[in-house]
C-alpha cells in the first residue's frame, strides 16, 4: 500500500512538472505562415524586443474598432476573409499575430500572448490615436484568454469571447488536477468591469459548451450570451449566418449606445 502511495506521489509530480515545463508547447501550434511576406501588414515591437505583425482594415463610418486576438493553428494572413465580413458589417478591424505565428519572430508562450496584445493595444492607441473607450477586445478560443487578459487590465469598450475555455488545463477535465493553470480565465472574468458578449457552440467538441456557460455566470457585468445551435469550434460564423453579424451589431448598439 505505501508502495502505492509512494508511486501516485512521484506521478503527481512528474505531471506536474510536465506541465508547468512543455504545457506551452501543447496549447500552442503555429501553422505555415498565411502570407509570405510583409505588404500590407505592420510590423510592431514587443516589450522583450521581438517583432510581430498586425494587420489593419479600418472602416471610416465605424465608431469600434475590433482588437483581435485569433485562435490557434491560424494567423492573421489565414484571417482576412473573416476581417473583410467585420468590415463589410461595419466595424474595423485591427488584428495581430503572436510570438512565432505567420512572420512575427519570437516563441508563443502565455506570457509573451499577453506581451503581443499590449503592443497591439499600445499601436492602436498611441500610434493610431484609436481611443480606449472605442476598441473591443475580440478573442476565439485561446485567443479568447488574451482578449480577457487584456480587458481585466487596460480600458475598453466591451469584450467578445467566443470558444473560450475556463482555464487550459480544464480543457480535459472539469476538475482542477494542478496547483496551477494556464490561462485562468475563470479567475480573471470575475474581475472584469466592461461589458461582454460571449459566443459559444452548442456543439463544440474541442471547447465543450459548459466552458461558455461556466464564464458567462462568473462574469458580473452586463453581459449577453449568443448560443449557436449545432455549431462546433470553427464554424460558428458559417452556422449562424448573418445573425452572427446583427448578434455583434446588437450587443454593441444594446450595451454601448450611451458611451
Request: aromatic share 14%; hydrophobic share 45%.
Amino acid at each position: 500500500m505505501k508502495l502505492i502511495i509512494i508511486n501516485i506521489v512521484i506521478g503527481y509530480v512528474l505531471l506536474v512538472l510536465f506541465a508547468y515545463f512543455v504545457s506551452d508547447h501543447m496549447i500552442f501550434f503555429p501553422p505555415r505562415s498565411g502570407y509570405k511576406d510583409s505588404h500590407g501588414f505592420i510590423k510592431v515591437m514587443t516589450a522583450d524586443g521581438e517583432s510581430i505583425f498586425a494587420y489593419y482594415l479600418p472602416n471610416k463610418n465605424a465608431k469600434y474598432t475590433l482588437l483581435v486576438s485569433h485562435g490557434n493553428a491560424e494567423d492573421i494572413g489565414y484571417m482576412i476573409p473573416f476581417f473583410q465580413q467585420m468590415y463589410k458589417h461595419g466595424l474595423s478591424v485591427f488584428a495581430y499575430d503572436y510570438h512565432g505565428y505567420g512572420l512575427s519572430s519570437g516563441k508563443p508562450t502565455e506570457h509573451n500572448t499577453y506581451l503581443d496584445v499590449d503592443a497591439a493595444y499600445d499601436y492602436l492607441t498611441k500610434v493610431l490615436r484609436i481611443a480606449p473607450e472605442n476598441i473591443i477586445s475580440y478573442g476565439h478560443s485561446v485567443g479568447a484568454a488574451v482578449a480577457l487578459d487584456l480587458a481585466v487590465r487596460k480600458p475598453v469598450a466591451a469584450v467578445i469571447l467566443q470558444g473560450a475555455f475556463v482555464a487550459a488545463f480544464r480543457v480535459i477535465t472539469r476538475i482542477p488536477l494542478l496547483p496551477f493553470d494556464k490561462f485562468d480565465n475563470l479567475k480573471k472574468i470575475g474581475v472584469l468591469k466592461s461589458p461582454l458578449l460571449m459566443i459559444h457552440g452548442t456543439a463544440d467538441n474541442v471547447i465543450p459548451y459548459w466552458h461558455g456557460q461556466k464564464l458567462y455566470d462568473a462574469a458580473k457585468v452586463s453581459k449577453q450570451f449568443y448560443s449557436v445551435k449545432n455549431a462546433g469550434h470553427n464554424d460558428i460564423v458559417i452556422a449562424s449566418g448573418e445573425e452572427y453579424w446583427n448578434t455583434i451589431n446588437d450587443f454593441i448598439q444594446q450595451y454601448l449606445a450611451e458611451k
